[in-house]
């Protein structure tokens, strides 16, 4: 049993982190625990964060293997959303911590295995709910929401140069029949686009309606808000993200924390991977890591 998601900047990422002996650590996007596990490596005690129940029942199977039981024991793993980090790490007395990680990245494993249409390859249910405890579904907002409303998410978070046409498109389909599946938004989108690419364009759309179901960027500025005051003096934030909103508010708040000398920019202020690792793991091409260290 091994993790099919590939951890991105492992090396950068915890080098940044300055993790050390001893030294405690939450990583607020476990996933496959690829980071946190090379923390527990380290020598650090980790709490771990994930949102995804599939990704934590997953994870209970996978600590019992020999391989990684002893490392296992070290971490401490919640069910929770990083929107409610400082709350969760209170509750488990992880406070005046020395790291804290996030890595942005949607894991292979809930793109191939949970099977909630978060993926545009296949034909699985327009769900994109890391939590299903979450109310809106992306066929909901296909479905209900107005022409205008639906433009504004291709256009705001999903920076679709094409959402007017989409928009179009989608509300006109919709009133012969309704959004079910992922392979009815696929079709509609590359039907829209031709004869464009409409490939092209699957990646933002699908990306637009995660990050509206799951209120992903209003969960990462508080967040990021709350590690800033859970970390001890010399405490350090990473942050990997995957497109530039993530990115934007990143740096946005890193900058002004620092203005209000609360801390400082790290590193070389944002690092990419290496064609190397691009090479052997394609789901690293656009991924930018920032740190902060707290005064």
Known sequence: ???????????????????????????ATLGQAGHALEIVERGGEVLGIEANVETLKWLKSYFQEEAVE??????????????????????????????????????TFLLREVGRGFSYRGR??????????????AA????????REIYE?????????????LARALVR???LKKFETTEDLADLVETAFQPMEGSAHLAQVFQALRIVVNGELESLGLGLEDAQDLLKKGGRLAVI???????????RLFLKWQGKGWGQIIGKGVITPSPREIKFNRAARSSKLRAYEKN
């Open 1 to 27: 049993m091994e993790p099919i998601h590939k951890s991105v900047l492992l090396k950068e990422s915890l080098d940044l982190l300055k993790v050390r002996e001893g030294g405690r650590y939450i990583d």
């Open 70 to 107: 002893a490392k296992a024991r070290k971490m401490k793993v919640i069910l929770g959303n990083f929107a409610d980090l400082e709350k969760l790490a209170r509750a488990n007395s992880f406070v005046e911590v020395d790291g804290i990680i996030f890595d942005l990245g949607l894991s």
């Open 124 to 137: 699985e249910p327009l769900d994109m709910r890391f939590n299903p405890t979450r109310t809106e579904t």
């Open 140 to 147: 909901n907002i296909l479905n209900t929401y107005s022409e």
């Open 153 to 165: 998410i291709f256009t705001k978070f999903g920076e679709e140069r094409g959402a007017g046409r």
């Open 173 to 175: 389909a919709r009133g």
């Open 241 to 251: 993200s995957y497109h530039s909103l993530e990115d934007r508010l990143v740096k």
